[in-house]
């Protein structure tokens, strides 16, 4: 019998390696370890060739450390004018987390005369996670009301109520975790981190941006993930050991006061004048390098403030989409004429027996990629009936106190309230 096998080795062996075979259970099992590690190995190939694709092969080592070395007096010096010119803002006298989250989602895509207000009136009604987390959404959205891209609200009732269940009411001192909590991307993590608990993370938006841009004479486009990525970088070498919140907060005030986006930079009150490059060069304001804005995409509406009794008729938008669970006035696509105001409310069910119509003239409204151009129509009715339990109507007062209505619809609502008509048609 050995000697049966000895011989049946070496006959194997003179066919070469693949006349040893393994059982066929084993063998599968090597292959399917085989085609794992090469999937693993294409996926870490795929991410590579990504990553290079995104960022310069030096992963910003370099140019970081030089700019870094050239820029090192700049904290100093801008530490020391924000101190004499920071301007006084409600959020900035009490950095709680809480009040700084608030704050730096108010003030996304938004001016700060605007947020001012805004913010007061938020943290007046609602002071901490504990009651943000236990209000209903349209109370959060009516407090919400005029400042817009009302998702940020909906994303901060969200965190709120997260920060409830997962954290005790309290947020978290640890970026990683801030970056899990709905709505809260690389900007706002870094912008809590550093202001609220003194962490060095950055805060790169749009002023820091172009603030650094200018100061490096920087010609690459800002816009996509690799310039942010390459600016947070930066941010995060210049910045002292101490006083993170307070540099985060300065370089934003310098890009919003004195480095401006519109306009001529007022390079004569800047305190690191003499680090900037674009200065001396004279191309201030050809930077930053921005990617051209796509046009807006113009939709025509007619707005009907229909009136019954002295209160309005308000309908509420959709769950998803633009300006999603908002009221608004009833509002037909397109622009229409009196006639057709008149024929598209019969075919709603209105009782228009006694009606009177007047124009509201013409206005618009921009969002980030969409124009509203409006027309509208105050129609004064007798009776509610037949226009059915999608609209409700709703006296000034509670409109003020209840209802979040669509800034969109400002000019019409003011118009109609002060009482400003054209003579009846």
Request: hydrophobic share 40%; charged share 30%; glycine share 8%.
């Amino acid at each position: 019998m050995k000697a049966a096998c000895r011989k049946n080795l070496r006959s194997d062996e003179k066919n070469g390696a693949a006349a040893f075979r393994l059982p066929r259970s084993l063998q599968k099992k090597k292959e399917g370890e085989a085609v794992q590690k090469e999937s693993q190995r294409s996926r870490s190939a795929q991410k590579a060739k990504e990553t290079e694709r995104t960022e310069p092969a030096d992963r910003y080592g370099g140019w970081v450390a030089d700019e870094a070395n050239r820029l090192k007096g700049l904290a100093q010096a801008l530490l020391l004018w924000y101190d004499r010119s920071a301007r006084v803002l409600p959020w900035r006298s009490d950095p709680t987390p809480y009040r700084v989250l608030v704050s730096e989602l108010m003030l996304q895509q938004t001016r700060v005369e605007a947020v001012i207000e805004a913010f007061t009136r938020f943290v007046t009604e609602l002071p901490d996670f504990a009651a943000l987390a236990a209000a209903d959404e349209q109370t959060v959205l009516k407090l919400w009301q005029g400042l817009g891209y009302y998702s940020r609200a909906k994303n901060l009732h969200r965190a709120a109520r997260a920060v409830a269940e997962i954290y005790g009411g309290e947020l978290p001192a640890d970026y990683a975790a801030l970056r899990t909590l709905p709505g809260i991307g690389d900007y706002t993590a870094g912008a809590v981190a550093s202001i609220a608990f003194g962490l060095p993370h950055a805060a790169v938006d749009g002023n820091v941006l172009r603030v650094l841009a200018r100061l490096c004479c920087d010609r690459g486009e800002v816009s996509s993930p690799a310039a942010r990525k390459k600016a947070a970088a930066l941010v995060e070498a210049l910045m002292p050991k101490t006083r993170c919140g307070a540099f985060t907060q300065a370089l934003m005030e310098l890009g919003a006061t004195v480095c401006r986006p519109t306009g001529r930079p007022l390079c004569e009150s800047c305190p690191v004048r003499a680090l900037c490059l674009a200065e001396k060069a004279g191309c201030q304001q050809e930077l930053p390098v921005k990617r051209p804005a796509k046009p807006r995409r113009v939709e025509r509406k007619t707005v009907l403030l229909l009136f019954c009794g002295g209160r309005l008729a308000l309908q509420k938008r959709g769950d998803r989409g633009l300006l999603a669970g908002l009221y608004e006035p009833l509002t037909l696509e397109g622009r229409r004429e009196r006639a057709e105001v008149f024929a598209a409310l019969t075919a709603l069910g209105a009782d228009l027996e006694g009606a009177a119509f007047t124009p509201l003239g013409e206005a618009a409204h921009l969002f980030t990629h969409v124009e509203w151009r409006m027309t509208g129509w105050r129609v004064e009715l007798k009776t509610e009936k037949g226009l059915g339990d999608n609209l409700v109507f709703t006296t000034k007062e509670e409109r003020k106190s209840g209802y979040p209505i669509a800034s969109a619809y400002r000019a019409y609502l003011e118009r109609a309230e002060e009482g400003e008509e054209a003579p009846a048609t």
